[in-house]
């Protein structure tokens, strides 16, 4: 049975049956909820002079096997709380085969915290790429071809959400066409 055969419960409760199963550790947190999670959204909003001010509202984080929804996690469709998962458990993975501290530092540090942040850049490439295909897999091709979905995600890389992580607009427009292309 395809993913677009499946309706939204079966394929959520079927990926949260195989998070619990091949991930027992896993936890899903409100954010806002989070003392860890306010503390790290107001640092950001003051290293980046207030640009980057939705963290807690606008996006999933996962840090080791939690992962942190925002407080209108329940209100979401299944759908969507399903590509959020698929996104945030290829971070889990990450976080499985280089441990946290490593990912830590290489995530927030390597080459710099803003700009080129290579690693980050690399990490969050292969969770979208995932979600990428996860979403064609649930609404088609022309979907994830629209260039509003493509334009917020190759935006994710370079503005503000991620600290302009990859700059380099024409090479995240590449890397998204090659992922396309893979459909």
């Known amino acids: ?15 949260l049956d195989q998070i619990r199963a091949d991930f027992p550790r896993v936890r899903i947190i409100p954010k806002p909820e989070s ?13 980046s002079f207030g640009q980057i001010n939705d963290y807690l509202d606008g ?8 992962i942190y929804v925002t407080g209108d996690w329940e209100e979401l469709s299944r759908n969507r709380r399903f590509l959020v998962l698929t996104h945030e458990m290829v971070h889990v993975r990450q976080f499985r085969r280089f441990t946290l501290p490593l ?4 995530y927030v540090l390597l080459p710099l915290p803003v700009g080129l942040a290579w690693f980050r850049a690399h990490f969050e490439k292969e969770a979208y ?6 979403a064609a897999a649930l609404y088609g091709k022309e979907h994830v ?3 509003e979905f493509r ?14 992580m990859w700059p380099f607009r024409r090479a995240m427009e590449r890397w998204y066409d090659r992922i396309l292309a893979g459909l």
């Open 103 to 106: 990912v830590a530092i290489l």
């Open 59 to 66: 996006y999933h984080t996962t840090v080791g096997n939690r």
């Open 145 to 147: 071809s629209a260039a």
């Open 151 to 164: 334009a917020d995600i190759i935006g994710q890389f370079t503005g503000p959400a991620y600290g302009f």
């Open 129 to 134: 790429a995932e979600e990428i295909r996860a």
């Open 35 to 47: 003392r860890f999670q306010r503390l790290i959204a107001r640092l950001l909003k003051i290293v």
């Open 1 to 15: 049975m395809s993913e677009r055969d499946l309706n939204e419960k079966d394929r959520l409760d079927r990926l």
